[in-house]
C-alpha cells in the first residue's frame, strides 16, 4: 500500500540542502504532494509533503533522510500518513480560511501568547504567520511600526463574532487587528475610493471655514454630531453651510492652499497608481478642496459638494444636491459599473457615520481613525497606523513597495489633467462653482 510522509528540515541557508534532500527525494522515485519553504534571519524551514509506493520504499527514504541530516547538521522530522487515511486528513483542509492582519508600533511576546489564547479559544488554527514590514521598521527607536499577517483557519466560524473578540483584545492593547475572508478578490483590488476630511487631509475643511467666518465652535459641533450619526448629515450639512454665508472667497482659497494632508497618503497613492488601481475621493466636503488633493496626489474621480457663490461671498445655500452617505455609496457603485468590475474588488476608507453606507458594500471597507461608533460598526478598522497602513491590508510588503514604487509622484492620466481645470482665478470668477471638478466633468456612466 502506498504511504504519504511530511518531511520536515530546518537548518540554516546553504544552497546544497534544498538540493540534497530534493535529490534523495527524486531517487526514492516519491511523488510530489506539497512543498513549503521559508527562512527566518538566515534559518531555514522546509516541508515536503510526498507520496511512496512501497513501504519498502519509505523506511529506505527514512534512512536516507537521517543520513543527510546528520551530514548537514540539519534537523529532519519524519511524520507517516497511511494512504488510508489520506483522504480524511485531506478533507480537514477545507475550512474557512481567513486573513488577520496584525498592526502596531511595537508587539511583544506577551501580547503574541494573548492573540494566539484568543484564535485558539474560537478553535483556529494558525497555518502561517509572515511579516509584512521590515525589520528596520519594527526595530526602530524613534517611529517603530510592525505588521504580521497571520493566515488562520476553522470550522463553522461566525466571523462577525472573530472580528469583535479581536477588536475588544486590540483596543486593550492599542493595536489594529483586522479579519479578511481569504477569498480570490483580497489580491485583485481595482478601485479604491476615499473620504476626504480626517481621511485624506487631517482637518475637517468646513470646521476651518467655521473658524475663519467666527462660529468655529458651533459648526464643529454639528460637524461632530453628523460623524456620530447623531444628527441627519444632510440637516447637519445646510445649518453648517447657512452659517458660513458671506464668508469671503479669500478664505477659501487661502485655505486651499495648506491643507494638511494625512501622513502616509502620498506613499498610498503612488503605489495604488503604479499597481493600476483606479482612485476617487467621495467627500461629504467641497470640490474646490477635493479638487486641490486631486492636483496633489493624482485621483482618477472626485465627487463632492460645489460652493454657492454670489459677489465673491459663499451664499450659504448648497449648490446642487449633496454628498450624503447614501449618496457616496451611490458613486462608489457607478465607478465600479464604469471600471467594469465587481463590488468585490473595491476599496472604501473613511471615517464617519456617513461612510457607513459605502464600507458596508465595498469589498474592502475600512474605517480609518474612526469615532468608536463607527469602528464598531465598520468590519476593518485602522487607528494606530498611518494611511499606508491600509497597503498591508491587500497583503503588500514594505520592501515590495521599496524596491518597485517610484519615491516621486507618477505621472497623471491626461484624462485627469483635463477634467479639473483648478486654477483659483477659475474660483474668484464662477459664482457658482458648478462643473469646477471630475464630479461634474467625467461622471461615470
Not at 546553504?14 to 534559518?43: K, Y
Not at 462577525?160 to 487587528?177: K, M, Q
Not at 478664505?251 to 495648506?258: A, D, H, K, Q, T
Amino acid at each position: 500500500m502506498a504511504e504519504v510522509l511530511i518531511i520536515s528540515i530546518s537548518g540554516d541557508t546553504r544552497p546544497e540542502i534544498s538540493s540534497s534532500f530534493t535529490q534523495i527525494l527524486a531517487e526514492a522515485g516519491a511523488v510530489l504532494l506539497g512543498i513549503e519553504r521559508s527562512v527566518i534571519q538566515n534559518v531555514l524551514a522546509l516541508a515536503f509533503i510526498v507520496r511512496l509506493s512501497t513501504a519498502a520504499r519509505v523506511l529506505e527514504l527514512q534512512q536516507a533522510i537521517r543520513r543527510k541530516a546528520r551530514e548537514l547538521a540539519t534537523i529532519a522530522h519524519i511524520v507517516e500518513i497511511p494512504e488510508d487515511r489520506l483522504s480524511q486528513w485531506v478533507s480537514r483542509q477545507r475550512k474557512q480560511d481567513f486573513i488577520v492582519t496584525w498592526m502596531a508600533p511595537r508587539i511583544t511576546a506577551g501580547q503574541l501568547a494573548i492573540l494566539t489564547n484568543v484564535l485558539g479559544s474560537m478553535a483556529l488554527t494558525i497555518n502561517s504567520i509572515a511579516r509584512l514590514s521590515t525589520l528596520e521598521s519594527a526595530a526602530s527607536e524613534l517611529d517603530p511600526r510592525i505588521c504580521l499577517e497571520m493566515r488562520v483557519s476553522g470550522e463553522q466560524v461566525n466571523a462577525p463574532e472573530l472580528r469583535r473578540a479581536l477588536l475588544v483584545f486590540a483596543d486593550s492593547c492599542g493595536f489594529d487587528i483586522a479579519v479578511q475572508e481569504d477569498t480570490i478578490f483580497r489580491n485583485h483590488r481595482r478601485v479604491a475610493v476615499f473620504d476626504m476630511d480626517s481621511t485624506l487631509i487631517q482637518l475637517e475643511a468646513i470646521d476651518e471655514l467655521g473658524r475663519l467666518a467666527g462660529v468655529g465652535e458651533q459648526v464643529r459641533a454639528m460637524t461632530d454630531d453628523a460623524m456620530k450619526s447623531k444628527m441627519d448629515f444632510q440637516t447637519s450639512f445646510r445649518k453648517r453651510l447657512a452659517l458660513l454665508k458671506g464668508l469671503p472667497i479669500t478664505s477659501i482659497v487661502e485655505l486651499g492652499e495648506r491643507l494638511p494632508i494625512t501622513p502616509g497618503a502620498h506613499r498610498l497613492m503612488r503605489t495604488l497608481r503604479a499597481l493600476g488601481i483606479k482612485t476617487a475621493i467621495l467627500s461629504g466636503g467641497f470640490t474646490y478642496f477635493a479638487c486641490k488633493l486631486q492636483q496633489k496626489l493624482g485621483f482618477d474621480y472626485v465627487f463632492a459638494n460645489d460652493l454657492d457663490i454670489e459677489d465673491g461671498k459663499l451664499t450659504g445655500k448648497p449648490a446642487g444636491r449633496i454628498v450624503d452617505g447614501e449618496r457616496k455609496a451611490e458613486f462608489l457603485q457607478q465607478i465600479a459599473n464604469q471600471e467594469g468590475i465587481c463590488m468585490e474588488q473595491t476599496i472604501a476608507v473613511g471615517d464617519g457615520a456617513n461612510d457607513l453606507p459605502m464600507l458596508s458594500i465595498a469589498g474592502l471597507g475600512v474605517a480609518f481613525h474612526a469615532k468608536r461608533a463607527v469602528r464598531e460598526r465598520a468590519r476593518i478598522s485602522i487607528s494606530t497606523v498611518t494611511l499606508d497602513g491600509l497597503l498591508y491590508l491587500l497583503g503588500l510588503c514594505d520592501t515590495h513597495i521599496e524596491n518597485h514604487v517610484p519615491d516621486g509622484p507618477l505621472p497623471l492620466d491626461q484624462r485627469v489633467l483635463k477634467a479639473a481645470p483648478l486654477s483659483d482665478e477659475h474660483l474668484q470668477n464662477h459664482g457658482g462653482l458648478q462643473a469646477i471638478g471630475i464630479g461634474s466633468t467625467f461622471p461615470p456612466k
